[in-house]
């Protein structure tokens, strides 16, 4: 099917982007990758009477790494993120989550805001932003303000987001510790699908091998995707052993809102939740002693 008909504008700004999206009020959409918004309207679900194109705009393609914070432009592509070496570095789980976001076709147009924006429960950016604790600023024409992840993603393919604002910038927290490592597993019926259940995990350890710091989230099985800090809390100080492990990931199963659907059942996501999340918080940890 093709979409209904609509106006389109470029905006070379994103001020201008956002007195866009004030002046055309409800009807205004920003596209920018268009890899979800071309189909949602190709399939009526949207139906937007205005698109803003936010593809030209310099000021939303950027990555500016500190030693504390990576600062990324949204409409920065994630096949420009998937191979910058710095990130990789300073934020390997954003790029273990990328390897899994769709294909390469569609990462070469996908823009890391509008993947966030869009919310899919089971998208790989979105629970790599949970678990990392993410910060996503937002402008408008009347001013900017920003939003922490848990705040941000608010239900299936729902955001904090405001119809007038455009996503600026997200500022993802790097973990400064000796040895980090992180992991990101999923499961989907093909390569490049919406996973049906995803997990990451991202683990700091001492010089013994006990966890200083740990973080971990599930998708794709609730309305949005899931970090569970107080259960990662209770994981430091031990060496992830297998119950302190599996108690976790048991109770955080505990916690979700798997539905069933053609791909899976309730139950099938909640087992698949588990098992990933703990094989993540295994791999992570692997990974943060090699580091050592
Ligand atoms: C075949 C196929 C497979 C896919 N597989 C996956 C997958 O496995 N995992 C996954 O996560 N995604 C997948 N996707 C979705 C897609 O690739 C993107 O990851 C992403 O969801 C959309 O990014 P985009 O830049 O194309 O955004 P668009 O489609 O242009 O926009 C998406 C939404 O974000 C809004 N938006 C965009 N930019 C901004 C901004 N700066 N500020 C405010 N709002 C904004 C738009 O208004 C719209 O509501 C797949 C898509 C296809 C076609």
Known sequence: MKSPPFEYVRARSVDEACELLSSHGEGAKLIA???????????RLLRPSWLIDVNEIAALKFVDAQPDMVRIGAGTRQCVLAKDATLARLLPLVRQALAWVGHVQTRNRGTIGGSLVHADPSAELPLAAQVLGAQMKLRSKSGQRTLAADQFFSGPMMT????????????????????????????????GDFAIVGAAAQVAVDESGRCTRVAFGIGGAGPAPLAFPKLAARL??????????????????????????????AAYRRHLARVLAARVLRSAYESARGGA
Request: hydrophobic share 40%; with cysteine.
């Open 33 to 43: 990758g268009g890899q979800s918004l071309v189909p949602m309207m190709a399939f």
């Open 160 to 191: 904090g987001i405001r119809l007038n604002e455009c996503l600026d910038e997200i500022h993802w927290p790097v973990w400064q510790d000796a040895r980090v490592g992180s992991a990101f597993q999923e499961v989907s019926r093909r390569h």
């Open 236 to 265: 430091v100080g031990t060496s992830l052993d297998a119950d302190a492990v599996q108690s976790a990931v048991h109770d955080a199963a505990a916690e979700l809102e798997p539905g069933t659907d053609t791909h899976a059942t």
